[in-house]
C-alpha cells in the first residue's frame, strides 16, 4: 500500500525522570491506514499515543501531520492539543457523566461552532454508525460498558478527526464482547478509512485489525510490517516470541549445497534442512536456532508416505484434549516439553509414538 | 475445647454493661448538645432574668422580629456571607484546580500553605490587616497615597469590604482550597483530556467539563464553608463594633452586654438563626451522601495538565495568593509588636522591645497562657475520649439508638459558637448543681468540645470504617473483654488518627473565641479573650503582642500534627 503520509514521528523521545519511555521513534503512518502500536506492557504504546495526541510533549524529536508541523523540540514548535483535529478513545472511554450520550457526541461539533440541525443529523449519524440508534437520551451513567465504549468511538469520530486514536479500547470488556467490537471497528474504520494509531498488547486485536503493525520494546521500534510479514517473517526474535507462538530447537548450521541443514544438539542423528532464505545473518557452521510455528508441525501417528523433507520421532509426554484438538506435550530426543497440537480425528495418548512432518518453507533459521 | 463451646454465654452477659454504657455515652451527648439549644428556645419566651421567678412572654420575639437592628443584623450576616462566598468560591475552585490537576511546581508545598491559613487564628491575622489597611495609618494606604494621582486612602479595613477581605484572606479561601483539593485530585484525568483532544480549549473543558463533573463535590465544599461562615464573630467584633455593624453574632453579643442583659431578645434572634441552620446541615449530608461519579479506581493514573510557557508564571500567582494570606498578615503582625505606636512608622524612633516584656511580665498574661493550656489539654482529653467512644458506637456496634447518637454528633456544626456559649450559660447558671461549674476552667472545655464534636467524630468515624471487624472480633475470641479488645487491638491502631485528632482539638480550642466569649470570668480567661479584649481597648501592640504567641502555639501544634500525619501516612 502507498499513499501520502498523513502522520509522522522523527526521533520522538520521552522520558519520566529515569524511565525512558520512548526512545528515539521513528514513524510514518500513510493516509487512510490503521497503525497499531504492540508491545509488552511498559513498553512506551500510550505514551507515544499521548505525544501525538499533545497529552505529552515530547522531549526531543519532531511531529508531522501530513506537511503541518504540529511539534518541534529544535525549533520551539508546539500546537497545543485542542487545536490538532483529532478523535480518541480512551481506555476508560472518559464518558463524560453529566451529559447525556446526545451530548457527548455533540460535543466534538459545538466546540467546532456547528449549530442547529448539523448537530442533530450528524450526531445521528455516529450513533448510527456504532449501533447506538435510540439511546441517544439517556445518561451516560445508565450505559453498559460495551455501550459507554460505542458512545466513545461515536464521539471521537462525529468531527471527522485527521486522526483517530484509540489506547486499549477494548481491555475493560468482557471476552465475548471484546470480540464482537472487534469486527464491528473492522468495518467501522474501513468504511470511514481515517487514519487511526491504536494501541493495544493483545496480539489477535493487532493481527486481526491493522493494515500494518509497529512492534515496540523499550520505547522502540522492534519492526514495522503488515501483520502477515510480521508473523511470517519477523525481523527479531523479539518480534518472533511476542507474535504468535514457536518452538525452539538448537542445533549447528551446515552447508549442503541446495538446501542448509541444522544437526540438532539434543536430537542426536537428526537433521533439519531448510532453505537459504531462511537463515539470513548466520553463518555455515555455526550455533544457530531453529524456529518453527506449531501450526506448520504435522503430527502424525506413523511415518506413512514419508514425503516431508523434515521428519522427526517424538513421544507424546502429555495429551490434553480441549474440545476441537489436542493439545500435545511431546519429546524429541533429549528435548522436551515441545507443545503441538493435532486434530481431534487422531485420539492421542501418553506414550504415543508420533513424527513430526515440517515442511521446509516453515523454518526459520536465527543466529544464537 | 470446652472452653470453645463459652463464648456464646459469655458475651450474652457482656451485652448488658456494655449496653448500659452506650445509654450513659448518649446521655452525656445529649445533656452537652441539646439541652443547651431547648434551653435557648424555652428561654426567648422567658422575660425575667436568671435568678428572678420565671415569667414567659412574647416579649423576646416581639423585639426580635419588629427591632429594626435585629433584623438589620440578620440582614448583614447574609449579605456577608453571600459576599464571602461569591468572591471566594470561584478563587477557590480555580486554585484547588492548578494545585490537583496541573504540572505547576511545588503543589504539595502551596497546598501545605493554604493549609497553615487554615489553621491561622482569625484575630491575629485581622490585626496584621488592619496594620496594612487602617484608613489613617495603613501601610497600603500610605504606599498609594504616594502616587501622585491618589489623595485619599483608597482602602479601609472597618468597612463592609474590609471585613469580606479580612474573612477571604484569613479562613474564606484556605478552607476551600483545603477541601477542594483532594477532591480534584480523584478526578479522572482522561474525562478532561478527552475534552481537550476532541477540541475543546483547557478554559472551554474547565468550564464545561470539569465544573459540572465536580458539582456534588463542589455543593458539599459550599455549604460546609456556608454553614462556617454563618458562625464567624471575631473579625466582625473587631472591625465591625467601630462602624456599628453588626451581623447576629455580634448583636447577641452586644444585647448581653447591655444592663440590664437582653436575654429574651438574644434567645429568639439565636432560635431564628438556628432555625435557619438546621437544615443547612440535612442539606448537606443529604448532599455528601449522593453518589459521586468522580472518583477513580487506582487503575488509571492521574494524568496532570501540562502548564507549559504558564508554568512558572501561574506558579507565581499561586504562591502570590498563599503568601497573601499566610506570610503577609503574619509579617506585619510581628512587626506590630515592636512597634512603639502599632502602625506608625514615621515616628522620630518606632521600635521598641518594650510591649514583649511588659506583656511578658504582666500576671494577666501568665494567667491566660495556663488558661489556654489547661483548655486546650482538657480539651482533648475529653473530646478524644468522647468522640472515640461516640465514634466507636456508631460504627461498630448494634446499639438500637445509635442513629441518634449520630445525629446528635452531628448538631453542634449548625451551632455559632456565640449561641452554644449562650445556651451553655443559661445551662449553668440556671442548674442549682451544675452553677459551681461557672467560673471554673471546665465550663470552657465542654463548650470547646461540644464545638468541635462534629469534625472530631467525623475524623474517628472515617478512621473506624477502614479497620476490619476481624481485627477486633479476633482479639474478643482470643478471650478478653471489650475494653481489652478496644484498648489492645483498636487503640494502637488509631493511635496516629487519635494524635492528628488530638491536635485538631487543641487548636480549635487555643484560637476559639466566639464560643467561650460568654463563658469566660476574669479568671479564666484565655488567650484569645486577652486578645480581644486589648483590641477592644485599643491596645493594639499588647494585642499584637499576644496574638503571635496564640499563631505560635496553634501553627506548632498543626506542624507537629502534619509531621505525624506525614509520618504515618509512609509508614502505611
Ligand atoms: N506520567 C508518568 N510518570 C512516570 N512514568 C510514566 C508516566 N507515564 C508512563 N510512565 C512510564 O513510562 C513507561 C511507558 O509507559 P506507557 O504507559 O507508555 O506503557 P504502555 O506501553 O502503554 O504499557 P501498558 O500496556 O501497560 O499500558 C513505563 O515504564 C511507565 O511506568
Ligand atoms: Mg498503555
Not at chain 1, 108 to 125: A, Y
Not at chain 1, 222 to 244: K, M
Not at chain 2, 135 to 146: D, H, S, T, V
Not at chain 2, 396 to 419: E, M, N, Y
Amino acid at each position: 500500500m502507498t499513499g501520502e503520509i498523513a502522520l509522522r514521528l522523527e526521533h520522538i523521545s520521552k522520558h519520566f525522570g529515569t524511565v525512558k519511555a520512548v526512545d528515539d521513534l521513528s514513524l510514518e503512518i500513510r493516509a487512510g491506514e490503521v497503525l497499531t502500536l504492540l508491545g509488552p506492557s511498559g513498553c512506551g504504546k500510550t505514551t507515544t499515543l499521548r505525544v501525538i495526541a499533545g497529552l505529552e510533549s515530547p522531549d526531543a524529536g519532531e511531529l508531522w501531520f501530513g506537511d503541518r508541523l504540529i511539534v518541534s523540540v529544535g525549533r520551539g514548535v508546539y500546537v497545543p492539543t485542542h487545536k490538532r483535529n483529532l478523535g480518541m478513545v480512551f481506555q476508560s472511554y472518559a464518558i463524560w457523566p453529566h451529559m447525556t450520550v446526545f451530548e457527548n457526541v455533540a460535543y466534538p461539533l459545538s466546540v467546532r461552532g456547528v449549530r442547529g440541525d448539523k448537530v442533530r443529523s450528524q450526531v445521528m449519524e455516529a450513533l448510527h454508525l456504532v449501533g447506538l440508534d435510540g439511546l441517544h437520551d439517556r445518561q451516560a451513567p445508565q450505559l453498559s460498558g460495551g455501550q459507554q465504549q460505542r458512545v466513545a468511538l461515536a464521539r471521537a469520530i462525529v468531527h471527522e478527526p485527521s486522526i483517530l486514536l484509540l489506547d486499549e479500547p477494548f481491555s475493560n470488556l468482557d471476552a465475548k464482547l471484546r470480540e464482537q467490537m472487534r469486527v464491528q471497528l473492522k468495518v467501522l474504520l474501513n468504511r470511514l478509512r481515517i487514519t487511526s494509531v491504536f494501541v493495544t498488547h493483545d496480539q489477535i486485536e493487532a493481527l486481526s485489525l491493522s493494515d500494518r503493525i509497529v512492534v515496540m520494546s523499550g520505547g522502540h521500534v522492534e519492526q514495522i510490517g503488515s501483520p502477515q510479514q510480521l508473523y511470517e517473517a519477523p525481523a527479531t526474535p523479539f518480534v518472533r516470541d511476542f507474535l504468535g507462538k514457536t518452538l525452539i530447537l538448537e542445533g549447528l548450521l551446515s552447508d549442503a549445497g541446495e538446501l542448509l541443514h541444522v544437526e540438532l544438539d539434543k536430537v542426536p542423528g537428526q537433521i533439519l534442512k531448510a532453505h537459504r532464505a531462511a537463515a539470513q545473518g548466520t553463518i555455515v557452521g555455526g550455533k544457530v536456532s531453529v524456529a518453527i510455528r506449531p501450526e506448520d508441525i504435522d503430527v502424525r501417528k506413523s511415518n506413512g508416505a514419508g514425503s516431508a523433507v523434515n521428519c522427526l520421532p517424538a513421544t507424546v509426554e502429555a495429551a490434553l484434549f480441549v474440545g476441537d484438538h489436542y493439545e500435545c506435550r511431546v519429546r524429541v530426543g533429549d528435548e522436551d516439553g515441545l507443545l503441538v497440537s493435532t486434530p481431534r480425528s487422531v485420539p492421542m495418548k501418553e506414550g504415543d509414538s508420533v513424527w513430526l512432518n515440517v515442511n521446509e518453507d516453515a523454518l526459520m533459521i536465527w543466529p544464537r | 475445647m470446652a472452653e470453645i463451646a463459652l463464648p456464646y454465654p459469655a458475651r450474652r452477659r457482656s451485652w448488658l454493661p456494655a449496653d448500659l454504657g452506650y445509654w450513659i455515652v448518649l446521655g452525656v451527648v445529649l445533656l452537652v448538645v441539646l439541652l443547651p439549644v431547648t434551653l435557648i428556645i424555652v428561654n426567648s419566651f422567658e422575660t425575667a432574668q436568671p435568678g428572678q421567678p420565671v415569667s414567659y412572654s412574647l416579649q423576646g420575639w416581639t423585639t426580635a422580629l419588629t427591632d429594626s437592628a435585629l433584623l438589620k443584623a440578620i440582614f448583614n450576616t447574609l449579605k456577608l456571607v453571600l459576599a464571602r462566598q461569591l468572591v471566594a468560591f470561584p478563587v477557590a475552585v480555580v486554585l484547588a484546580w492548578i494545585l490537583a490537576r496541573t504540572d505547576i511546581p511545588g503543589s504539595q508545598w502551596l497546598e501545605f500553605l493554604f493549609w497553615v491559613a487554615f489553621f491561622l487564628p482569625a484575630l491575629p491575622v485581622t490585626l496584621g490587616w488592619i496594620m496594612l489597611l487602617d484608613p489613617q495609618y495603613g501601610l497600603i494606604n500610605q504606599a498609594l497615597k504616594l502616587l501622585p494621582f491618589i489623595h485619599a486612602s483608597p482602602f479601609n479595613i472597618y468597612s463592609f469590604w474590609g471585613i469580606v477581605w479580612a474573612h477571604f484572606a484569613g479562613g474564606t479561601l484556605a478552607i476551600k482550597v483545603m477541601l477542594l483539593t483532594p477532591a480534584f485530585r480523584n478526578l479522572d484525568s482522561s474525562l478532561e483530556e478527552a475534552s481537550n483532544v476532541l477540541g475543546a480549549s483547557p478554559f472551554r473543558t474547565f468550564i464545561k467539563v470539569v465544573v459540572p463533573v465536580m458539582t456534588p463535590v463542589l455543593t458539599v465544599v459550599l455549604l460546609l464553608s456556608t454553614i462556617f461562615s454563618l458562625q464567624s464573630f471575631e473579625v466582625e467584633a473587631v472591625l465591625g463594633f467601630p462602624i456599628r455593624f453588626f451581623v447576629f453574632s455580634t448583636q447577641i453579643y452586644f444585647l448581653l452586654q447591655q444592663q440590664p442583659p437582653l436575654f429574651a431578645s438574644a434567645m429568639a434572634l439565636s432560635t431564628v438563626v438556628l432555625a435557619a441552620m438546621v437544615p443547612l446541615i440535612f442539606v448537606q449530608r443529604w448532599a455528601s451522601g449522593r453518589r459521586r461519579f468522580t472518583t477513580i479506581t487506582s487503575h488509571f493514573k492521574g494524568h496532570k495538565m501540562r502548564l507549559r510557557r504558564w508554568r512558572w508564571p501561574v506558579f507565581g500567582l499561586v504562591l502570590g495568593v498563599a503568601v497573601m494570606i499566610t506570610l503577609v498578615p503574619f509579617t506585619f503582625l510581628v512587626l506590630g509588636t515592636f512597634m512603639r505606636l502599632f502602625g506608625f512608622f514615621n515616628l522620630a524612633n518606632p521600635w521598641t522591645t518594650a510591649h514583649w516584656t511588659q506583656v511578658l511580665h504582666d500576671p494577666l498574661f501568665t494567667r491566660s497562657v495556663t488558661n489556654t493550656l489547661l483548655l486546650g489539654g482538657g480539651t482533648v482529653v475529653c473530646a478524644l475520649t468522647l468522640c472515640t467512644l461516640v465514634a466507636y458506637i456508631v460504627m461498630r456496634t448494634k446499639f438500637a439508638a445509635r442513629t441518634v447518637l449520630d445525629f446528635a454528633s452531628w448538631l453542634p456544626a449548625t451551632f455559632p459558637g456565640i449561641i452554644l456559649g449562650l445556651g451553655l450559660l443559661w445551662l449553668f447558671l440556671g442548674t442549682p448543681i451544675l452553677r459551681p461549674l461557672y467560673g471554673t476552667i471546665a465550663l470552657l472545655i465542654i463548650a470547646t468540645v461540644v464545638a468541635s464534636m462534629t469534625t472530631t467524630v467525623q475524623m474517628l468515624k472515617g478512621n473506624f470504617s477502614q479497620l476490619g471487624f476481624e481485627l477486633e472480633e479476633a482479639a474478643r475470641v482470643e478471650g478478653g473483654s471489650w475494653l481489652q479488645a478496644f484498648r489492645k487491638v483498636l487503640l494502637p491502631i488509631l493511635m496516629p488518627t487519635l494524635l492528628m485528632v488530638g491536635a485538631l482539638s487543641f487548636i480549635s480550642a487555643a484560637r476559639n473565641v466566639s464560643t467561650v466569649a460568654l463563658l469566660a470570668t476574669s479568671g479564666t480567661r484565655p488567650l484569645s479573650l486577652l486578645q480581644l479584649d486589648m483590641m477592644v481597648q485599643g491596645s493594639y501592640e499588647g494585642a499584637a503582642v499576644v496574638g503571635v504567641i496564640v499563631v505560635l502555639m496553634t501553627t506548632g501544634v498543626a506542624l507537629v500534627a502534619r509531621l505525624i500525619g506525614l509520618r504515618t501516612a509512609i509508614a502505611h
